[in-house]
């Protein structure tokens, strides 16, 4: 089993930045990928960034620029540094950890507003 807890979330204006942060714990695995999805309201939930533990990211091509994703392999935690953010940004924010020995887990979500 693998909790994940987010914090970060608020309301920003546009061009305002936020930093999301996420913790595992549980039964972690050395090996895992961490990262971010969102949900915007009638939109489909979207990838947004990832990191596995060898440091390699992936990242959507609408953040890619503004948002950086990063880790502490130390704290099990997972970062996303958003930056000039959009109001097309406001979405549900929702942390993830996987392996192939555990599956997927998700966080419970966090919002992120950005105001035009």
């Known amino acids: 089993q693998v909790q994940l807890v987010e914090s970060g979330g608020g309301l920003v204006q546009n061009g305002g930045a936020l930093r999301l942060s996420c913790a595992a714990s549980?039964?972690?695995?050395?090996?895992?990928?961490m990262g971010w999805y969102r949900q915007a309201p009638g939109r489909q939930r979207e990838l947004v960034a990832t990191i596995n533990s060898g440091g390699g990211t992936r990242y959507a091509d609408s953040v890619k620029g503004r948002f950086t994703v990063s880790r502490d392999n130390a704290k099990n935690t997972v970062y996303l540094q958003m930056n000039s953010l959009k109001p097309e940004d406001t979405a549900v924010y929702y942390c993830?950890?996987?392996?192939?020995?555990?599956?997927?887990?998700w966080g419970q979500g966090t919002q992120v507003t950005v105001s035009s």
């Open positions: 549980g039964r972690i695995f050395s090996f895992n990928t």
């Open positions: 993830t950890y996987s392996s192939g020995t555990t599956g997927t887990y």
